[in-house]
């Protein structure tokens, strides 16, 4: 498919900022609901005291018992989750309480949860901030440990083997380690695949600028691309 400058126009159109892809349905969306669903079910599996599918919860007086929805609002829209439900309905959730509407206030940190870079303890730290509540250790290791198997997965995802347009960009968030507060860019990868469809390629914190950073993650996507079969064509 020919790059034109009249198609380079079309497809990037809409794109002006970062936070073009990150508003309402865009990207910051969806990883959103990935992060506040698995750490609802980190909760549940906190409240129940054993993991999905394992022996230990045979004849434990209470299992799980499917999902509901709800819809929260934000300050970019409207967001349906699925919340989890255990049999004897005593699970109450504490990240997103029965009967609260809004989750406000967590965009930067959700972003930063997906950077390569974030270190553990920082993503542990941010999911300390979100709750703002007094919660146990033992659920926040929990719910941690979820929120990076989904981050994990989101990272290593398969890539298209051609993206005839790569828009690199950056946006400046708040990340806190160790009680300090500083900013931290987060560097954003966004490609344009041969059906004309807009991807994040990756997110990457770090403190190093320029083209060096550029180079060493481009060759993290070439090796991404290379170990991983390629991804089945979908209706998005």
């Not at 999905?52 to 300050?75: D, F, L, M, Q, V």
């Not at 049999?87 to 109450?92: D, L, M, N, V």
Request: net charge neutral; charged share 30%; hydrophobic share 35%.
């Amino acid at each position: 498919m020919p790059i034109t400058p009249e198609l380079l126009d079309e497809l990037l159109k809409d794109y002006q900022s970062p936070e073009d892809m990150f508003g309402h349905d865009g990207l910051l969306q969806q990883l959103t609901k990935a992060v506040v669903e698995r750490a609802l079910q980190g909760e549940l599996t906190h409240h129940l005291g054993y993991e999905k599918h394992s022996p230990e919860g045979h004849n434990s007086g209470n299992s799980r018992n499917g999902k509901s929805k709800k819809t929260i609002r934000s300050k970019r829209g409207q967001l349906e989750i699925d919340v989890p439900r255990d049999r004897a309905s005593s699970f109450e959730p504490q990240l997103i309480k029965k009967g609260q509407t809004r989750f406000d206030g967590f965009d930067d940190k959700i972003i930063s949860m997906y950077a390569r870079g974030m270190t553990c303890r920082e993503i542990k730290a941010h999911l300390q901030e979100i709750y703002s509540v007094e919660v146990s250790p033992d659920l926040i290791s929990t719910v941690t440990d979820g929120v990076i198997d989904e981050v994990r997965s989101w990272q290593s995802r398969p890539l298209d083997a051609v993206y005839p347009i790569l828009y690199l960009d950056a946006l400046q968030v708040k990340v806190k380690d160790q009680g300090r507060v500083s900013n931290k860019a987060i560097y954003l990868a966004i490609g344009v695949n041969l059906q004309g469809i807009k991807e994040v390629l990756g997110l990457w914190s770090s403190e190093t600028e320029g083209a060096k950073f550029w180079r060493a993650s481009s060759e993290g996507w070439r090796v991404q691309r290379e170990t991983v079969p390629p991804k089945q064509k979908s209706a998005a």
